[in-house]
């Protein structure tokens, strides 16, 4: 068991090697010179080549690649000159906000798709599961943004329940935390629950037919437990390779989402970031992501064992 | 005289499918006594199955329609509730299924899918119910019981499985087990074992059984009497010494005669029943075995023959069947074995 994390651990290292040349590449590539977006448009070219060299823009696009890359196997992700922080830092201060938001939409999502998917699954073919089924259709297909802004229209102007926009963090106290997070949550969720649903409710089809669902009826289980003991937990692999596998859509998303409710989380770090062409804090935060992101499927994976004991990996 | 345990009284099970209603058990009757075994027999689709499964009322209810009286010691089963169903089921009635591989439920130990058995219908702790689950692996020949009460089922062969099954299913001691094909899935050595097995207990508790399986080499070692099935309906039903004896149905005879023998001309080809059974959407008008029997004549494609008694306890559904038993075609297997 530890070996088999201290593999996937180190199967990290050329999945971060190929993200960071590949965000470093597209960074570089795109137009705009963050000295003069620094400086501001009055700038004289002079001033404008001295920061340049001061900031190692200069230099030959490996040379600053390896200056960078020797600067994280050192655990440096660099320094952000806008925020006058270290990239670390300003990952760790935005953190909060986007970690909320994101448990808060997986929550949403898990607590509203399992149960509708089940029901649609045990009442295949009815107005029920083609209500459910359309409705999921709805929720893959409504971009967050746009979801985010009708629900600020309706629950906020409209119905004045809850805030617009903005951030309280959890020291305001639970309650303001979670007022200012259901909007964006529910808009950032609401992808996650309908892939969730689709997969609970055709996972569920699967194993209500297997054989052993059969046997369990045939020794007098009750049909709620049949459900939920005998064919939920069957049913659960690939439902949290979904979990698993959307997360990445939930980080991309949370971008989206903050920007339009104002929460300022990663998304919105990295949103700004790329306007001011703050390379650093762009690159640094996005290795973060994709670590977290490894990290969580290796999360994923090893549950898979707690859940079903044919992949356990070793027994004692 | 045993007592009556279970009769089945014209039972038909219709399927509502997409291309219409089906009829996949068509007024089939036979009675179980306790302390007997009786062997259901026919090839794939003959209904069998489907009879097995209607006793039990395990087929999906939304889609399917009985007919006709399942008596369960005088009492119709048809008109319980399905609560009153659930209490039955693993207490009174058990069921072994064919694919010990998938009838398992792979994510829970068999420890506890026997001991959730026992907690459903008997009233004791749930250390009382391992200790029995123990207790019924050991019965069933499982080595080192302790142990294996907490593996899953991946860590057991094909035929420790079937015994992790037939533990399961006796563990509240029922009065009529339904064994869907028990053997079917397993290696030749291992099936014989688990027909002994299935046999002995039955003697210890004097339990009814209906064998479902489509091998009359199964119905010689365990089954006092047979009921042959042709597309949902009974063809013919003896006590195993008469059918294997004196055959009366072609489709029987036949099926006799397919089986491959062990002496005599080895290049003499195996029989064969030609054609194939039909669809259940495109049932004969007449004997449903008309279109694939060599003695049919013109009154068995438009007519339905009826199940008579040939002999006391010899049934028949055949319409020509006295002259067939002239043709000297007797004496086909060797019952002694």
């Not at chain 2, 003959?46 to 009879?51: D, I, W």
């Not at chain 2, 998938?102 to 506890?112: A, F, I």
């Not at chain 2, 068995?300 to 028949?316: A, D, F, N, R, T």
Request: with cysteine; charged share 20%; glycine share 8%.
């Amino acid at each position: 068991m530890k070996g088999y994390i201290l593999k996937r651990l180190l199967s990290l290292i050329p999945v971060l090697m190929v993200v960071s040349v590949v965000v470093f590449l597209i960074i570089h590539m795109t137009p705009g010179d963050p000295a003069s977006v620094i400086l501001g448009p009055e700038a004289s070219p002079r001033e404008v080549a001295e920061l340049r060299e001061q900031l190692g823009l200069n230099l030959p696009l490996y040379q600053q690649f390896a200056n960078w890359f020797i600067g994280i196997v050192q655990g440096d992700l660099g320094y952000s000159y806008f925020m006058s922080e270290s990239v670390l830092e300003a990952f760790v201060s935005h953190l909060g906000p986007t970690f909320s938001l994101a448990v808060l939409a997986q929550v949403f999502a898990i607590i509203l798709a399992i149960p509708l998917g089940v029901i649609a699954a045990r009442r295949r073919g009815s107005v029920v599961d083609q209500s459910f089924m359309g409705l999921s259709l709805v929720g893959i297909s409504v971009p967050s943004f746009l979801l985010g802004l009708f629900l600020i229209l309706l629950f906020a102007v409209e119905l004045k329940w809850l805030p617009v926009a903005g951030y309280k963090p959890l020291s305001n106290g639970v309650f303001l935390h979670l007022r200012y997070l259901v909007l964006p949550a529910i808009a950032l969720g609401a992808m996650q629950a309908a892939l969730i649903a689709r997969m609970t409710r055709s996972s569920m089809l699967d194993i209500l037919n297997a054989n052993y669902i059969k046997t369990a009826r045939s020794k007098g289980v009750k049909e709620k437990m049949i459900v939920y003991k005998h064919a939920l937990r069957n049913a659960f692999i690939p439902i949290l390779t979904v979990i698993g596998q959307t997360f990445g859509t939930l980080v991309a998303g949370a971008a989206v989402v903050e920007t339009v409710f104002n929460i300022p989380g990663i998304g919105q770090l990295i949103v700004n970031s790329v306007e001011r062409r703050d390379f650093a804090v762009i690159q640094g935060t996005i290795m973060l992501v994709a670590i977290s992101y490894v990290m969580i499927n290796l999360i994923i994976d090893l549950l898979y064992g707690v859940i079903d004991p044919r992949v356990r990996l070793s027994r004692k | 005289m045993q007592e009556k345990l279970l009769e089945l009284k014209n039972l038909k099970t219709h399927f509502q499918t997409e291309r219409g209603v089906v009829t996949a058990v068509n007024g089939v009757s036979f009675t179980v006594h306790s302390g007997e075994t009786v062997g259901v027999v026919g090839e794939s689709g003959c209904g069998k199955s489907v009879t097995a499964e209607s006793i039990l009322r395990l087929l999906d209810e939304k889609s399917t329609r009985y007919e006709g009286e399942i008596l369960y010691k005088g009492k119709n089963l048809l008109d319980f509730s399905i609560s009153k169903m659930q209490e039955i089921r693993g207490n009174d009635i058990s069921m072994i299924f064919q694919d010990p591989m998938s009838s398992l439920n792979p994510v829970y130990s068999v420890g506890n899918q026997i001991v959730e058995s026992i907690l459903l219908h008997q009233k004791c702790s749930k250390k009382e119910a391992y200790s029995r689950a123990i207790e019924m692996l050991r019965l069933t020949g499982i080595p080192s019981p302790e142990k294996r009460v907490h593996e899953y089922p991946h860590e057991l062969s094909g035929g420790m499985r079937q015994r992790v099954m037939i533990a399961m299913a006796l563990s509240c001691q029922p009065r009529l087990l339904i064994a869907d094909e028990p053997t079917t899935a397993l290696d030749v050595t291992t099936q014989a074992q688990i027909l002994d097995l299935i046999n002995e207990l039955k003697l210890s508790y004097n339990m009814g059984t209906v064998m479902i399986t489509h091998d009359l080499g199964v119905v010689a070692e365990v089954c006092t009497r047979v009921v042959v099935m042709y597309l949902g309906q009974v063809i013919e039903e003896a006590n195993v010494e008469m059918l294997f004896k004196s055959p009366c149905h072609p489709y029987t005879r036949g099926l006799l005669k397919s089986i491959p023998k062990l002496t005599g001309d080895r290049l003499e080809k195996l029989h064969v029943i030609e054609g194939k059974v039909p669809t259940l959407h495109q049932v004969p008008k007449g004997c449903r075995f008309a279109p694939r029997c060599e003695f049919a004549s013109q009154k068995c494609i438009e007519q339905m023959p009826e199940l008579i008694e040939e002999e006391s306890g010899h049934k028949v559904r055949c319409w020509h069947f006295k002259e067939i038993i002239g043709t000297g075609e007797g004496h086909y297997v060797n019952t002694s074995s």
